[in-house]
């Protein structure tokens, strides 16, 4: 495994788990109250489902196709946390500018990534 392959696995993993735990922590603080108490542990398993799985997936002898796919997966997931964060902490965007901010680095990264795996 190269050193771009360990980076995008530890990426997709940590970035996952940000993705993951916002939203269940805000989907959970509306139904119930504790959303962080939610939150965390299941970003937790997302991100380490995502390292698991891309690990797997960027292996040697996995096939070139599904190599890309696993690339374009780790690239969109770590494109979009940079581009969410960046859009509303330097250009202060709101929430929904912020996201399709996020998801357009995550594309472009996705497809940056998927051709260089």
Same mark, same amino acid.
């Given at each position: 495994?190269?050193? %771009?392959?360990?980076?995008? @696995? ?11 735990? @916002? ?13 962080? =108490? &939610? ?5 937790? =398993?997302?991100?380490?489902?995502? &390292? ?13 196709? %599904? ?31 912020? @996201? ?18």
């Amino acid at each position: 495994m190269s050193d %771009q392959s360990i980076g995008l @696995v530890i990426g997709s993993g940590v970035a996952t788990f940000f993705i993951v735990s @916002v939203a269940v922590g805000e989907l959970a603080r509306e139904l119930i109250g504790v959303g962080l =108490l &939610v939150g965390l542990p299941v970003g937790a =398993l997302a991100g380490a489902i995502a &390292v698991a799985s891309v690990a797997t997936g960027l292996a040697e002898s996995t096939p070139p196709r %599904q190599r890309r796919l696993t690339g374009g997966f780790a690239g969109f997931s770590i494109g979009f946390v940079i581009g969410t964060a960046l859009s509303a902490y330097l250009l202060h965007f709101d929430l929904s500018s912020s @996201v399709a901010a996020g998801a357009a680095v995550g594309i472009v990264l996705a497809v940056l990534v998927s051709d260089r795996v």
